[in-house]
């Protein structure tokens, strides 16, 4: 219990905040805040697998999210009948000659001794495939975009629930990893570093512009939801028993009839989106309560100790047995999986797919400061972190707006400098986050909850 | 004639656009290898200090041009462009007084430098947005064209027009300009050798008396001079906006990858080989095609390597494959 004390308190803090943001602005803010602070959590448990328990750095946190939210859609949304139709044949024979290009590749791989023309054969293979695939492939996709654009033009998903779209995400994100750790893990960290952001650039770019598979753009929206549509709950009785029964003290002040019912309506309206979020913030509890399981009980564990020795020592470790490479690789797709699961929750929580809202501002650094801040290697840490730093970023605009009013209170409202600096306001958070971190990585380098390794 | 047409064509729509592009990511490039060689770090702020400098210049020149002080054909940007370089490099040394230094003296490793680089990239970003807003701004004036395309077609009674805008003829006469002069101080003065030195060989560098406070101020110094004049050569170009200036790092990390980072000759080179690929393959071929072939043989689709929405894909991948196969770049930098 003592030595947990300052993790308690850290949390018991920023429980604190939040409520105090529920008490005084809305609960519908203060929900909207914790349900995205459970989602950042997820995020920086992931990256902080990478950097925390094996020391790699991985600035493509962005191209997996993305990747989780693509999950969602091709989970969730029903099958386009017409699309497929239309070309869904010659998108699959495409997908059948990348897959016959892969084994050929493989094939020549195992059986020819390494060698120039070995190397010029392969790239003759790829450069060739490639044209080939594109051909094929052009009029099955015109085929599928010129079906309905305003509406579909795509080729839909899956149909299933979107729920699933979670574990998928996280399956399509680890994909990604394996590929990219193959090719990029052998380089020296900072080479790393911008190999993984240029790479989820190229992600994103494929994501943003193939538009039969992801519509591209044009986004997708209305997603199938895990949680009941408000429009429902306003209508259904236990829920509006439910509001009556919680805000009976308030109700039972109004005398008049009409003017209860009227109050009572709009406290089912406040209520309703209150109640869904609930459920998404408990749905989201879940995810993390179990990934913290598991990752403390990794943390901790034989294999856990290994990871810990190669981050600290590369050499050693290999000196003494243990596959380097292999574990690398291993933890680079865990930790981008665990990503790819907060993207397609992510997803879910809005109901819509808009790939041109991924920025490497806000889905890459944002989460490097979020493990920064919060302490790298420490899962603990790296939660609170996600929550602080979110929390921060939302409320950064508040706070600036009442520091600047409050320092120039004194000056009138006409004045220009004023003026200037209240409509620049939503810039403040960059100052913050990039304050903070400074600040953190001086003073403070392990985090608001530093590492703490117990031998058992 | 089809056959000047075609040359016409390919130098309006690749060789110019691709050799101005180059040269403003050239200056970037050199920016982030001069950083690395010698501060030995990847800098993340690259992008958004290049947007503070630009920043500095737009508000100098909305100065100049509330005083009615202009060029004349010439842009008066360029008037403002030294006040913009001093005002980046007192940024700058205040940077690293108060940021870099510190990880300096403890002998960091560079990925913790990095780390730093960020949160200044974050105040840096934060900065300009509040100073200037996020919003798109030009500030070219003076004459916009050398040559316009219908006179062009005019004058030589040509199909294809050729086109020459006064900002293309400024940034490749500039970056010419500076990047010489800077080859020459890197090659031929004292500090510039003792840079160079630096960079190879810190400690013995340090044996032989050279006074690295020094080397890290005249390194500032430089890369203050390469951000201001590469990012304002952009703005006059295209147009000024914060975003765009953070997104242009990661062609310039490409470029200086490319070229061997900690080498600035391959890092100018390496502007160039980005830019080109990035144009060369995202290019429609379709009507060089309809010139230079004859008429039964004409393609019918764009004969268009990749889409234009790939452009930047296009830089990465070539960078990818490069750190892969050859990690120290086209041109031999340090060998990582």
Redesign the interface.
Same mark, same amino acid.
């Given at each position: 219990m003592r030595k947990n004390l300052n993790v308690i308190a850290a949390y018991s803090i920023m429980m604190v905040l939040i409520l105090m943001v529920g008490i005084f602005q809305s609960w519908n803010i203060a929900l909207s805040i914790f349900n995205l602070c459970l989602i950042s959590a997820v995020m920086t448990m992931g990256a902080n697998i990478q950097w925390g328990y094996a020391g790699l750095?991985n600035f493509g946190i962005m191209g997996y999210t993305a990747l989780g939210g693509l999950a969602a859609v091709l989970i969730s949304v029903d099958p386009v009948q017409e699309a497929w139709r239309a070309g869904g044949f010659d998108i699959l024979m495409s997908l059948w000659l990348i897959v016959v290009m892969v084994l050929v590749i493989r094939f020549i791989l195992k059986r020819f001794e390494k060698s120039k023309i070995r190397t010029y054969s392969i790239a003759a293979i790829i450069i060739s495939g490639i044209l080939l695939i594109r051909f094929s492939a052009e009029p099955g996709i015109e085929a599928i975009e010129a079906v309905d654009p305003a509406k579909t033009g795509f080729l839909g998903g899956f149909g299933l629930p979107i729920i699933f779209s979670w574990i998928v995400g996280a399956l399509f994100a680890g994909g990604l990893a394996f590929i990219v750790g193959k090719?990029?893990l052998g380089?020296?960290?900072?080479?790393l570093?911008?190999?993984t952001?240029?790479?989820s650039?190229?992600v994103i770019?494929?994501i943003?512009?193939e538009d039969w598979l992801t519509r591209g753009v044009k986004n997708v929206i209305g997603l199938k939801r895990p949680a009941p549509y408000e429009v429902d709950l306003q209508t259904t009785d236990w829920f509006i028993k439910l509001v009556e029964k919680f805000n009976s003290g308030k109700l039972s002040v109004i005398e008049n009839l009409a003017d209860r019912q009227a109050a009572l309506n709009q406290l089912v309206i406040e209520g309703s989106s209150v109640f869904v979020k609930l459920c998404y913030s408990g749905l989201f509890l879940v995810v993390v309560i179990i990934l913290l399981i598991l990752t403390q009980k990794a943390l901790y564990s034989p294999w856990g100790r290994m990871m810990r020795a190669i981050r600290d020592n590369e050499e050693a470790a290999n000196a003494m047995g243990k596959n380097v490479v292999k574990q690398h690789l291993l933890i680079f797709i865990l930790g981008s999986a665990i990503v790819g699961i907060a993207g397609a929750m992510l997803v879910t929580q809005d109901g819509l797919f808009t790939p041109g809202s991924y920025r490497p501002?806000r889905y890459t650094?944002l989460i490097?400061?979020m493990v920064?801040v919060g302490g790298s290697g420490n899962n603990f840490g790296a939660i609170l972190g996600g929550f602080v730093v979110w929390f921060l970023w939302i409320e950064a605009a508040p706070i600036s707006l009442f520091l600047i009013n409050f320092f120039t209170a004194g000056i009138p409202e006409t004045n220009a400098l004023k003026a200037h600096?209240i409509?620049?306001v939503p810039?403040?958070?960059?100052?913050?986050?990039?304050?903070g971190?400074?600040f953190i990585?001086?003073y403070r380098?392990k985090g608001i909850l530093p590492e703490k390794i117990e031998i058992k | 004639m089809d056959f000047v047409n075609a040359i016409i064509l390919l130098l309006n729509y690749i060789f110019i656009p691709a050799l101005t592009y180059g040269s403003q990511l050239a200056l970037g490039a050199i920016f982030v290898t001069l950083i690395y060689g010698i501060l030995r770090?990847?800098n993340f702020a690259t992008g958004d200090m290049m947007s503070f400098g630009t920043m500095a210049t737009i508000l100098f020149t909305w100065y100049f041009q509330s005083l009615g002080v202009s060029l004349g054909v010439l842009p008066t940007a360029l008037l403002a462009i030294p006040f913009g370089i001093i005002f980046m490099i007192f940024y700058m040394l205040l940077i690293d007084k108060f940021?870099f230094k510190?990880y300096r003296n403890q002998k960091s490793?560079? %990925?913790?430098f &990095?780390?730093?680089s @960020?949160?200044?990239?974050? %105040?840096?970003? &934060?900065?300009v947005? @509040?100073i200037i807003?996020?919003g798109d701004r030009r500030f070219f004036d003076g004459e916009k064209f050398i040559i316009k395309a219908r006179e062009f077609k005019e004058m030589t009674g040509l199909n294809e027009g050729l086109a020459l805008k006064s900002t293309q003829v400024i940034t490749i006469f500039v970056t010419i300009v500076l990047v010489s002069l800077l080859f020459w101080f890197l090659n031929r003065t004292k500090t510039g050798k003792s840079m160079k030195a630096y960079s190879d060989n810190e400690d013995l560098a340090l044996l032989s008396g050279i006074d690295p406070k020094k080397i890290v101020l005249v390194t500032w110094v430089i890369a203050g001079i390469l951000a201001t004049i590469g990012g304002a050569l952009y703005g006059l170009d295209k147009s000024f906006k914060p975003f765009t200036y953070?997104n242009n790092m990661?062609p310039i990390?490409?470029a200086a990858?490319v070229g061997g980072i900690g080498n600035p000759f391959g890092a100018f080179l390496g502007g160039y080989v980005i830019a080109f690929s990035e144009i060369l393959l995202t290019y429609a071929y379709k009507k060089f095609f309809m010139y230079v072939l004859p008429e039964s043989m004409e393609p019918n689709s764009l004969v268009q390597l990749l889409?234009t929405?790939?452009k930047?894909?296009v830089s990465?991948?070539i960078?990818?494959i490069v750190?892969?196969y050859r990690?120290s770049g086209i041109f031999k930098g340090k060998v990582?």
């Open positions: 750095i090719v990029a380089l020296r960290a900072d080479y570093a911008i190999a952001l240029l790479i650039e190229i770019a494929i943003k512009h501002m650094f490097w400061v920064i600096l409509e620049s810039y403040f958070r960059f100052l913050l986050m990039g304050l971190l400074l990585m001086r380098p | 770090f990847a940021v510190y490793p560079p %990925v913790q &990095a780390m730093v @960020i949160g200044v990239m974050f %105040v840096t970003q &934060a900065v947005r @509040i807003g996020p953070f990661l990390f490409a990858i889409s929405d790939y930047f894909a990465f991948s960078l990818v750190l892969i990690p990582l």
